[in-house]
């Protein structure tokens, strides 16, 4: 079913298939836990025992379902295509800008590196389902489009950092949106030219920016701190 054009959001997990491929394959994870992702389960805590793939994979989808089950009729999002560590949102752009500042606040507060991409075009859905027999399982998520590459690309080879990045086309459809900023000429490229500020919130007097501001760069700290190097990802959300 096309779309026409349309904001889409692409957002994943920055590291987790090295932390998966460094994991003992005999601990893999545990079905508990996941149980925890369903909707219905999301009131109950997640254990502090849960440490590295298992947390940050919980904590994401837990944020994922935040924003578009509770959120999702009143932001206006369209679509919503959800796998492995990753997601695709697609909605206007009051929907696409709080989504994705929340969702990168709500990570970032869970020490979840997460990095993401605003792309803007067409949104083609041809087909999704699953279907099952005795020897096989088939899951299907048959969707393209320029605005499915061009976030991809933004989030892909916009730039390092946990951060928002906004492709060309992107920052013209959201030229009105006072979160974005212009890259500094030198970071331009032709799949980011902007950024979101997440840090920035609407109707938050300078006391509560401020504190915001502090708490998210606390995290920032710990998680470059937990990594046991100065990693660029870090250092270059800093700035932030």
């Known amino acids: 079913m096309p779309t026409g054009n349309r904001l889409v959001l692409f957002a994943d997990i920055l590291g987790f298939g090295l932390l998966t491929q ?11 836990v996941i149980e925890l992702i369903r909707p ?3 009131r109950i805590p997640i254990n502090a025992a849960q440490k590295g793939r298992q947390a940050w994979f919980l904590g994401f989808h837990r944020a994922v379902n935040q924003i578009t089950l509770r959120e999702r009729v009143a932001l206006g999002m369209h679509s919503v295509v959800i796998f492995s560590d990753s997601v695709f949102l697609v909605g206007d752009e009051a929907g696409i800008v709080h989504s994705a500042t929340s969702l990168m606040r709500l990570c970032m507060l869970q020490r979840i590196p ?22 096989r399982r088939q899951h299907a998520a048959r ?6 590459t061009s976030a991809y690309y933004a989030e892909h080879k916009g730039g ?41 919130r609407r109707g938050g ?4 920016q401020m504190r915001s501001f502090l708490r998210l760069k606390a995290c920032v700290e710990e ?12 250092r270059s959300t800093r700035p932030l």
Not at 22 to 32: L, S
Not at 120 to 125: A, D, K, L, R, V
Not at 223 to 234: L, Q
């Open 114 to 135: 997460v990095r993401m991409g605003i792309g803007y075009g067409t949104w083609t859905e041809l087909h999704f389902g699953s279907s099952f027999s005795a020897k």
């Open 205 to 208: 007097g300078q006391k509560n």
């Open 143 to 148: 969707f393209f489009g320029s605005g499915v």
């Open 223 to 234: 998680m470059e701190e937990a990594a046991n190097r100065e990693d660029i990802h870090y």
């Open 40 to 42: 219905e389960t999301m």
């Open 160 to 200: 390092k950092g946990l951060r928002i990045f906004v492709h060309p086309k992107a920052a013209t459809a959201l030229r009105s949106c006072p979160q974005l900023m212009a890259l500094p000429p030198r970071d331009r490229n032709e799949y980011a030219s902007h950024e979101l500020n997440f840090v920035k």
């Open 22 to 32: 460094r994991g003992d394959a005999r601990q893999d994870m545990d079905i508990d």
